[in-house]
């Protein structure tokens, strides 16, 4: 395992706890945080390692935007949590980002198997497994840019429908300070 560094794991902690309660209450990730924490991400990787440090800051915060940009573009996320990736990306650097990701994918997995046992819609979670495959199948003539999203925001049921992803981000970055906590108190 490579050297850790705690403080922009707390950062993120800190930014994925406060998107968090955003996430859950208004199912909105603000860019009052997402860009400070962007630009913040970037300054202080270069502050401390140079130019190195600004490219895996860069690198960090274009593989966050990369991940999980295609599930906008067809509608199954907000541009929020992209930006959230993104920014977290930035302070992270790689392979952190990748391992967030990792778990906070495992992480909203496991939800969204939740949600499908506790409000008993199997049937059109497969509908709307189909729906996006297709648009997936069509991307370069039609981009879905979150209308999906936002449809299910706005229905009553939504806690039983959509995933807050920054609380996935928040479980990834408490299983980074458990994964990494050996290396953190050096």
């Not at 859950?24 to 970037?42: A, D, E, H, M, Q």
């Not at 495959?133 to 959509?162: C, F, K, M, P, Y």
């Amino acid at each position: 395992m490579h050297h850790v560094q705690a403080g922009p794991i707390i950062v993120v902690l800190i930014a994925s706890l406060i998107t968090t309660v955003t996430d859950v209450w208004k199912f909105k990730v603000y860019n009052v945080v997402t860009i400070p924490l962007l630009l913040s991400g970037f300054v202080y990787n270069s502050t401390v390692g140079g130019m190195a440090g600004f490219g895996s800051s860069l690198l960090g915060a274009l593989f966050g935007f990369s991940a999980l940009v295609a599930f906008y573009i067809i509608g199954g996320m907000g541009a929020g949590d992209v930006k959230l990736m993104a920014a977290v990306g930035a302070w992270l650097g790689l392979p952190l980002t990748f391992n967030l990701f990792i778990a906070s994918s495992l992480a909203a997995g496991a939800y969204s198997m939740i949600l499908l046992v506790v409000g008993h819609s199997l049937a059109e979670t497969w509908n709307n497994f189909q729906i996006l495959w297709l648009r997936l199948a069509v991307i370069g003539r039609h981009l879905g840019t979150g209308q999906r999203v936002e449809a299910e925001i706005n229905r009553s049921d939504r806690r039983l429908r959509v995933v807050p992803f920054a609380a996935m981000v928040l479980i990834g970055s408490l299983s980074l300070i458990v994964l990494y906590w050996p290396n953190l108190m050096r």
